[in-house]
């Protein structure tokens, strides 16, 4: 008998906007920042990766599980999980929350490092806020992007550190 195999594909909202089958939601230059993976028996989750300000490469997390490099063990980041969340921190500093929704849906939250030493801010934001190295924020031409829908793309948000951005990159 054949196997009758049903998948939906993920819809990510990233700042009031929908992502429909697209495999990177944001990438900054080169580098994938939110990916959306499909795991075997597990469906989609995400893929996002952790860097050191100053660009170490120190864990990959997978949904709500992290993999922790040798130097991700050796700067202490740490998981925790109260209740309807997934915490990940570097001392102090909270690097990205998850607050589990209703079924398979949650709402992240993060503040991440690119492996050239920029900072990301994800949020509600419109689009995600960059601070370069300066720590001047990268000045992203004036985009409101609000309540959009980016369907089957390669990558949903591509922020280049020259400060260009494309968005449905395909």
């Known amino acids: 008998m054949d196997k009758l195999v049903y998948s939906t594909t993920p819809t990510v909202t990233l700042a009031t906007n929908k992502f429909i089958n697209v495999p990177i939601i944001l990438q900054f230059d080169n580098d994938p920042i939110i990916s959306i993976i499909k795991l075997e028996n597990l469906g989609y989750t995400t893929e996002i990766p ?12 997978r949904g709500t599980r992290i ?15 109260p209740e309807l969340m997934t915490i990940c921190q570097m001392g102090d500093r909270t690097l990205f929350e998850i607050h589990n929704q209703p079924g398979d849906s949650f709402k992240m939250q993060a503040e991440l490092n690119t492996p050239n030493g920029c900072f990301i801010k994800t949020s509600d934001l419109t689009v995600p806020q960059v601070i370069m ?6 000045k992203i031409g004036g985009v409101i992007m609000r309540n959009n829908t980016i369907i089957g793309s390669r990558i949903g948000i591509l922020i280049k550190s020259n400060g260009s951005l494309s968005i449905g990159v395909s």
């Open 50 to 61: 952790i860097y050191h300000p100053d660009g170490t490469y120190l864990a990959k997390v």
């Open 67 to 81: 993999y922790l490099t040798e130097a991700g063990k050796k700067a202490g980041l740490i998981m925790r999980y």
């Open 133 to 138: 190295k300066s720590g001047e924020p990268l």
